[in-house]
């Protein structure tokens, strides 16, 4: 029963996916492995075998370690869904939607269901991962704090710091943090580990003891920067990046505000023969596009306005005439419809707003949420695609006579009756390999079959326990567990 606590001395230094490869690492080592992280924000989640979400980072630790997800993985998950406000998850389920300030009033309460998940894990397991949440040196927020310190203290896991050298400053990144520290955060601390590394290590050696002399921590060692990170699911939307520019296929996905899902992308991102586009606010959507995607989203009317807002209702009426097709997920299938009433204001203000109207169904916003991993039967090519579903609302119509795919005999999704506009509340549908390639086969594109998605990324997830194994003092990194 042990566990070592990785945090990061800012956002995005790669603590998620080194977290993941040394999940896979230590259970190739035979060791029963579990991951943790106390308080995640993210709109990617993953559903549970239990019923509930949790972050999508933590789903892929999970899958490193050959486990099922489990909501105790991720006992708080803040999705958000304005700029100052987000939906609370805790233990995979929503409890409420909370301003900053309010939740930051909350906070102390929810350290208990946090160390809950935490004792269950570590009771069961040899070893327990746990990811922090941006850095400790934020320490205005370390009064009432769950995600790093605060956890760390409160549950008593030695903490490595993690620091990223692509983006400029490790010593600073390092030394300023032990700096900033209360002498008891301070000594949680065990060492430091060099992330995203490029070009000669020797050049660094003089750095390394720099910052080993000054924080007086020890280095557990330096980590080339992983380039087949992208092959793994994103947590963060800022991450997604344009693929291919030679692709014979153009696929157009709309990066809405609050974006939500977003991973439904990785496979087809990963087809050899696909240009995949990410687009941005104040982009148009190009005219020779094949398939414009509509993602999910956390807030899909407030999306709906922004999608307007970019002129991106105008190019889909254009593209639609141009004979181009148009996919909506979750939220993106709730917009292409004529309407989204919303009378108990769970999406945002109470009230009605107008659809894009290609898709002649409406949705109701109801407060049940449905949570559930799916198989279904896709109605075109009669292949079976697994998925699940994360959505509150329900939407009806003409449409849903032509349905997208049928889930236990019942039709779901809606399709127009030319067959160019589809609508669906399935997520992660891409990852059935038969079923992509008969969908991409549709819209005129045979694909080369190389790519079997599933397995590619446990073969991702072993080539990055073994880069961390041949870089990293693995055997110091597992010592320091108490």
């Not at 939607?97 to 069961?124: D, G, I, M």
């Not at 009317?301 to 922004?306: E, T």
């Not at 991409?440 to 594109?445: C, K, V």
Request: charged share 25%; net charge negative; glycine share 10%.
């Amino acid at each position: 029963m042990s566990a070592i606590m990785f945090q990061g001395t800012g956002s995005n230094v790669g603590k998620s996916i080194l977290v993941a490869g040394l999940c896979r690492a230590a259970f190739k080592r035979g060791l029963n492995v579990a991951p943790f992280k106390p308080q995640n924000m993210s709109n990617n989640a993953a559903v549970t075998e239990d019923g509930g979400e949790i972050g999508r980072a933590q789903a892929l630790q999970a899958r490193a370690c050959n486990l099922p997800f489990h909501t105790d993985m991720n006992p708080i998950l803040l999705k958000p869904e304005t700029e100052t406000g987000s939906q609370v998850i805790v233990q995979g389920h929503r409890q409420s939607t909370l301003k900053a300030r309010e939740y930051n009033k909350v906070k102390p309460q929810l350290l208990k269901p946090v160390l809950e998940s935490f004792e269950r894990l570590n009771s069961k397991f040899d070893l327990v991962l746990v990811e922090g949440a941006g850095s400790p040196a934020e320490i205005n927020l370390r009064q009432n704090d769950i995600a790093n310190m605060g956890f760390a203290i409160a549950a008593d896991v030695p903490v490595i710091l993690i620091g990223d050298i692509d983006r400029g400053g490790i010593i600073p990144q390092i030394v300023g943090t032990s700096y900033v520290l209360s002498e008891t955060d301070r000594q949680k601390i065990r060492g430091f580990i060099v992330n995203k590394f490029r070009g000669d290590k020797s050049l660094f050696d003089d750095g390394y003891k720099m910052i080993e002399d000054r924080s007086g921590w020890p280095g557990f060692g330096v980590l080339n920067y992983f380039s087949d990170a992208w092959k793994l699911p994103a947590e963060d939307a800022l991450d997604i990046q344009n693929t291919s520019t030679s692709g014979q296929l153009k696929i157009v996905c709309l990066c809405l505000s609050r974006m939500a899902n977003f991973d439904d992308l990785d496979p087809i991102a990963q087809e050899n023969n696909i240009e995949l586009i990410m687009l941005k606010a104040g982009q148009a959507i190009p005219g020779d596009a094949n398939l414009v995607l509509i993602p999910g989203s956390k807030s899909t009317r407030g999306d709906l306005k922004f999608l307007r807002e970019q002129g991106w209702d105008v190019d889909l009426y254009a593209h639609y005439r141009r004979g181009g097709h148009i996919l909506g997920l979750c939220g993106g299938y709730q917009m292409l419809g004529r309407q989204i009433n919303d009378p108990d204001g769970l999406d945002g203000p109470a009230g009605r707003t107008e659809g894009l109207g290609l898709l002649n169904v409406n949705t109701e916003m109801l407060p049940e949420k449905t949570l559930r991993k799916v198989t279904a039967t896709h109605v075109k090519s009669k292949l079976d695609v697994s998925g699940y579903e994360i959505h509150l609302g329900k939407t009806t119509g003409e449409d849903c006579k032509q349905p997208f795919a049928y889930l236990d005999k019942e039709p779901e999704g809606a399709c127009s009756k030319d067959g160019r506009i589809s609508g669906s509340y399935l997520h992660g549908l891409f990852s059935s390999d038969d079923f992509r390639n008969a969908f991409l086969e549709n819209l005129g594109i045979s694909s080369d079959g190389v790519l079997k998605y599933e397995k590619n990324l446990d073969d991702v997830l072993d080539e990055l326990a073994q880069h961390i194994e041949d870089q990293l003092d693995v055997d110091a990194l597992l010592e320091v567990a108490q």
